[in-house]
């Protein structure tokens, strides 16, 4: 049984930038996939970034070029650096962790707004 626990949502004005942080426990974290997902009210679920075990790493569009998902595993824990932030950002932000075996677990949510 993997916990994820997140940490760093807030209010930002546009421009700004936030860190979210996902703590993990209850597994192996070096052989975990790791992913951040974001749900804006009124709409699905949708993935943000996500970092394999072994480092790759892949974003939607939107996020692109703003966005840096990274990890260290002497931490236990994956970061999600959120630069520029656009009202369209707020959301939900959700850790995944998958593991070797395809179980998928999610975090409670930390809350993004972006806004003026």
């Known amino acids: 049984q993997v916990q994820l626990v997140e940490s760093g949502g807030g209010l930002v004005q546009p421009g700004e930038s936030l860190r979210l942080s996902c703590a993990a426990s209850g597994a192996r974290f070096s052989g975990l996939n790791m992913g951040w997902y974001r749900q804006a009210p009124g709409r699905q679920r949708q993935l943000v970034a996500r970092i394999t075990a072994g480092g790759i790493t892949n974003y939607a569009d939107s996020v692109q070029g703003r966005f840096t998902i990274s990890r260290d595993n002497a931490k236990n824990t994956v970061y999600l650096q959120m630069n520029t932030l656009i009202p369209e950002d707020t959301a939900v932000y959700y850790c995944?962790?998958?593991?070797?075996?395809?179980?998928?677990?999610w975090g409670q949510g930390t809350q993004v707004t972006v806004s003026s």
């Open positions: 995944n962790a998958v593991t070797y075996g395809a179980t998928m677990y």
